[in-house]
């Protein structure tokens, strides 16, 4: 989505991405968290991804992380989380999906 290839925007908008926001890490959960929704009952049902059905969801998934953040800032363990995605995800886009 991000850094699926070369051109997309977390490659064209480096700055904005390095490193990976706390946000976005709490929107991906979110998305995942969706996911996990739509097969709750053991067969796949389309839940809309809205702001008004997860936005809630979001929310507590944010407040999570920065918790986190809080109590590992000795350790600066979320920086170092947030520094190796977007490493890893430029790297990705960046070595295996050449023109």
Known sequence: M???NRNDEGIIYHKYFNPIPTEV???VLTAIEC????????????????SATYGSVYKGHLASLQRF????????????ICDNLHDTARYVSLQFYKP
């Open 69 to 80: 953040q809080q109590h590992t800032a000795s350790y600066k363990l979320l920086e170092k």
């Open 25 to 27: 890490i709490a929107l």
């Open 2 to 4: 991000w850094f699926a």
């Open 35 to 50: 996911c996990i929704d739509e097969w709750a009952q053991g067969l796949k049902e389309d839940i809309k991804f809205t």
